[in-house]
């Protein structure tokens, strides 16, 4: 079975010696991101260079104005598959382990925080408290979810909404926002409340997937070939 290594007691304690303090969420982010981009070493490993690239451009890397040059690819939603598969390869299929990777894209793609109450973590993005979110680009992505040109931030809100409180909480909490939104010219669109409730129940999907086929390595390709199914344009 796979190890949650990448963000267990493990490495907070390896950071602790490496740093002399407690991770907080944007070092969080950081060994995630060399979790989905392949480093310049032996099999994908990350070198020291790499590590310094990265810190000088960091900025621009999670906004998609710059590549990694490593592992360079276009933007848009076959990326952003890539991404969650090579995130999923680093996470079991216990429960715990699932909510755990749940939370892991949740602070990469939607900047939310790993720690602490979901419903507050998801409460604080909402109204703008959170991370640098990872851009991964529009084109590939089904047009009926698209509004602007990074849609995996307002999946991954209600993808954890869904996981936690199921798909129809988490899809009526998405319409009531994005609705609110519309109706008051903040921002809200139909794009959205559609991208939103069929990640709230992609969400759901998964959290059912963990509960009645924990240990099962399937968990994982099951839920990414809905999500391919039901979010990319197929072109």
Not at 73 to 102: C, D, I, K, M, W
Not at 114 to 120: D, F, V
């Amino acid at each position: 079975m796979r190890s949650d290594y990448q963000l267990d007691q493990s490495w907070t304690e390896q950071f602790r010696e490496n740093f002399g303090r407690a991770p907080v969420d944007s070092d969080r982010q950081d060994q995630l991101f060399s979790v989905l981009y392949v480093g310049s070493g032996p099999e994908g490993a990350w070198t020291q260079e790499d590590w310094a690239l990265y810190r000088s451009d960091r900025e621009a890397l999670w906004l998609g104005d710059r590549e990694w040059p490593v592992d360079s690819r276009p933007q848009g939603y076959e990326r952003f598959h890539l991404h969650l598969r090579r995130l999923a390869g680093h996470y079991g299929s216990s429960p715990e382990s699932v909510t755990r990777f749940t939370r892991a894209a949740g602070l990469v793609w939607g900047g939310i925080a790993h720690e602490g109450s979901p419903l507050g973590a998801l409460f604080r993005a909402s109204i703008g408290d959170h991370l640098q979110q990872l851009k991964e680009g529009a084109p590939g992505w089904h047009p009926d979810y698209v509004d602007d040109d990074n849609p995996s931030h307002h999946w991954v809100a209600a993808f954890l909404a869904g996981y936690y409180y199921g798909a129809i909480i988490g899809g009526l909490s998405n319409s009531i926002r994005d609705l609110a939104q519309l109706v008051t010219g903040q921002g809200g669109t139909w794009a959205d409340i559609r991208l939103g409730n069929v990640a709230a129940a992609q969400g759901a999907y998964l959290r059912r997937q963990a509960l009645t086929n924990a240990g099962d390595a399937n968990i994982y390709h099951r839920v990414l070939m809905r999500m391919r199914a039901e979010l990319s344009s197929g072109v």
